[in-house]
């Protein structure tokens, strides 16, 4: 198994935790009314982009040639989902309410896991 | 080459190995640093509590007196609003003993455009406050104007920016630094602000005041003078004021710094628990890894090495996993702590303020250093055996 | 000129005699084979010749310095400087690569020197394998390296215990050609084996039986 496969598959890993984890653990906040605050829109797009990570990692695995190429691909995807939550979509004011307290670092967390699996992965990619 | 690259050989080519040790730790650094952060935290939002407080006494409306949730407004910032009348300040001045008496006022929010949850609104005299004012003049350095309102640290509205409350326009000229305590989620401004919203709040059929008239206030602060006993101003005020409760700040600390004191110590005996735990796991790791490295020591004495030579091999080997492993649980550890400081401060209901980077990045340098310590020192009686390994012998067994 | 030699020398583990009085001698620049059965004393009198053990009693004087009295960390050194070692089973380092594996021995003698390590690579065919590991190596290939680690440090004399013990037979000409030239070259050569057709390579056969000299047999066909 060629080394650039590790990281493919942590991004793989990764991915499913971001989609999982926005609809359930890591969801932005939920209004008494049932409104939508901009914390959901926000939410929604890192989902969306959770699955494009999703994605990336699976094609990826198929074949070794494209590699390089996909895992390049994912860095601007990991960049927009880290400044997706508080910087390009703003959330909630107040940091004790969940989307701030919760998905927001996490999901800075994870894309910045991604992030960096997929620079390891390009490089190892490269040698290869 | 030198040792070092022998050393760093060796765990670049076994990398199982090499981060099964680094693994091992990255646990006692986790420990180390996590458990070593939250305690200071904790402490941190205490001595916070302490200062923001101010007062020796606090006058509230007998009404409020459900201690725990006044309490629960300092330190977890759930909203509270109860009033009496505005001349109690004035009284409370006249008891013996007491210095300063300063009054605030409350109101908590339906809603603010910034969030669907409430937020305290907290109204002060500025001319008079000694709580509450200094702690706005570290960030304003004027007072605070009609409409104009300061903000704690976790409401996220930014320097001029407008916020609504009661469907009043109020800027925010202030950021206020962060304290730890349920201050931080609060919006402060004078008294004709807090008149004006809570006209507003009457307006949208949210009657705040009480029967006796239109000046209220919530709280007095009383600061005894140099040299009276509190306890004794405490029961004076009781006894003179009707409606009104006195109510010790120490009191309130002390229920807090209870807590904090078992925190501290089921903390510290977790840590303890980790690196026993983990360092004899270290040293049995290391005695496994002698039997299996026998034979190649055994070629390094054969080809010149002496034993000192050797046993610094050993310890640079183990020392360099130590540090790696000691940079990856603090690195884990802050990434755990600091983005998700506010969730753990939530879950701990209690006062909870992270030290500043002159704390945190010692802290982080000296749990690196102690990983590398312990994992070096956990390997030196296999350093000691593997040294005096009879390279013949060793090498015989084999053939 | 004697480089080596053995003045009744004994050695004794418990009831054991491993080895009992005995003596010989090496010239400088000689091919001796020590041969001999399992338990005849080959592996003993190979530690201690190579200054990996005491001998209970008798001398052993190695360039004329009685080593049979040394410490063990003056026996390292004496081993490091004089003695370049070569052992049936290759024995090297996993992890390091075959040049590494080289300058190892040069580190703990001097200086490690890249390129003196990859000339003596080199001068046993295997410069091109310089850069793979032990794993990625053959047991000749191994063999050779060690070979070159041995003689890396321009020792005076070489010990190879059963060099070609784990070799097939075109490896273990190769492993003897390398012996025979650096016989030529001047270098002092005792090599410990069971093999018949090894020892027939050298010069002098000492043949051991239980701890004891039994014969000495003088190759009349050396150099033919």
């Known amino acids: 198994m060629k080394k650039s496969v590790i990281p493919a598959l942590v991004i793989l890993v990764l991915s499913q935790v971001i989609v999982f984890g926005e609809t359930t653990f890591l969801s932005p906040c939920v209004h008494e009314d049932g409104s939508f605050g901009p914390c959901h829109w926000a939410g929604r797009a890192l989902l969306g982009l959770g699955c494009v990570l999703g994605a990336l990692a699976l094609l990826s695995l198929c074949g070794k040639r494209a590699r390089f190429g996909v895992f390049l691909s994912g860095l601007p995807v990991c960049a927009l989902g880290i400044l997706i939550p508080g910087t390009l979509i703003d959330l909630c004011h107040m940091s004790t309410m969940r989307c701030r307290m919760v998905m927001q670092p996490a999901m800075i967390l994870l894309f910045s896991a991604a992030l960096l699996c997929a620079l390891i992965g390009a490089i190892l990619s490269a040698k290869e | ?399 | 000129m004697s480089l080596l030699e053995l003045r009744n020398v004994s050695k004794v583990y418990g009831e054991l005699k491993a080895l009992d009085k005995v003596s010989l001698h090496v010239d400088q620049g000689e091919w001796v084979a020590i041969m001999g059965p399992s338990g005849s004393g080959k592996s003993t009198m190979m530690n201690i010749i190579g200054c990996m053990d005491k001998p209970t009693s008798g001398e052993v004087l190695l360039d004329g310095v009685d080593i049979s009295k040394e410490s063990s960390k003056r026996l390292t050194d004496i081993r490091r400087d004089k003695i370049g070692l070569i052992f049936q089973q290759f024995h090297m380092v996993s992890y390091l690569t075959a040049v590494e594996n080289v300058m190892v021995s040069q580190y703990y003698h001097s200086m490690p020197d890249e390129a003196e390590a990859l000339e003596a690579l080199g001068r046993v065919g295997l410069r091109e394998r310089a850069r793979h590991l032990p794993s990625q190596l053959s047991g000749g290939e191994q063999q050779r390296v060690c070979v070159a680690r041995a003689l890396i440090n321009h020792p005076e004399l070489i010990l190879a215990d059963e060099p070609t013990g784990n070799l097939d037979e075109a490896n273990e000409n190769i492993v003897l050609d390398l012996f025979a030239q650096l016989h030529k070259e001047g270098t002092t050569l005792i090599v410990v084996t069971h093999d018949p057709e090894v020892a027939d390579a050298a010069q002098r056969t000492i043949v051991l039986e239980h701890g004891k000299v039994a014969r000495e047999v003088i190759n009349e066909n050396f150099g033919k």
């Open chain 2, 1 to 399: 080459m030198k040792i070092s690259s022998l050393s760093l050989n060796n765990l670049v080519r076994k990398p199982g190995r090499t981060l099964a040790l680094a693994l091992l730790t990255a646990f006692l650094a986790l420990a180390v640093f996590g458990g070593s952060v939250i305690v200071l935290s904790l402490r941190g939002g205490l001595q916070s509590l302490e200062a923001r407080l101010g007062a020796d006494i606090i006058l509230v409306p007998s009404e409020a007196q459900s201690k725990v949730s006044f309490q629960n407004m300092f330190l977890q910032g759930t909203t509270g609003a109860f009033y009496m009348d505005a001349s109690v300040a004035e009284k409370a001045l006249e008891v013996e003993g007491v210095e300063k008496a300063a009054p605030q006022t409350f109101l908590a929010s339906l809603k603010a455009d910034c969030c669907s949850i409430k937020i305290q609104v907290i109204g002060i005299d500025p001319a008079r406050d000694f709580t509450v004012q200094p702690w706005i003049s570290r960030s304003l350095s004027r007072e605070l104007g009609d409409m104009d309102v300061a903000v704690g640290c976790k409401v996220e509205a930014g320097m001029g920016e407008i916020i609504r409350i009661y469907e009043q326009r109020c800027k925010v000229v202030a950021r206020l630094e962060p304290t730890g305590t349920g201050l931080d989620t609060a919006v402060y401004c004078n008294m004709n602000t807090m008149n004006a919203l809570l006209r507003a709040a009457e307006e949208k059929g949210i009657s705040h005041r009480i029967e006796s008239g239109d000046s209220v206030i919530s709280a007095v602060y009383i600061k005894v003078r140099d040299g009276s006993d509190i306890d004794a101003v405490n029961s004076r005020l009781n006894g003179r004021l009707r409606k009104v409760t006195a109510v010790r700040t120490r009191s309130m600390i002390t229920g807090v710094s209870d807590s904090l004191a078992g925190i501290s110590r089921t903390v510290t005996v977790l840590i303890a628990a980790v690196w026993v735990l983990a360092f004899i796991i270290l040293l049995l790791a290391f005695a496994l890894i002698i039997r299996e490295r026998t034979r190649e020591f055994a070629v390094l004495r054969l080809v010149g090495a002496s034993r000192g030579m050797l046993a610094r091999m050993v310890l640079a080997e183990s020392a360099l996993c130590g540090l790696l492993g000691g940079l990856a649980g603090t690195g884990l550890a802050a990434a755990l702590l600091f983005p998700f400081a506010q969730l753990i401060e939530s879950a701990l209901k209690m006062p909870y303020l992270m030290p500043d980077a002159g704390v945190v990045v010692p802290l982080a340098a000296g749990t690196v250093l102690l990983s590398a310590a312990a994992a070096a020192l956990s390997s030196v009686l296999a350093a000691v055996r593997l040294s005096r390994v009879d390279p013949g012998t060793a090498l015989r067994e084999g053939n």
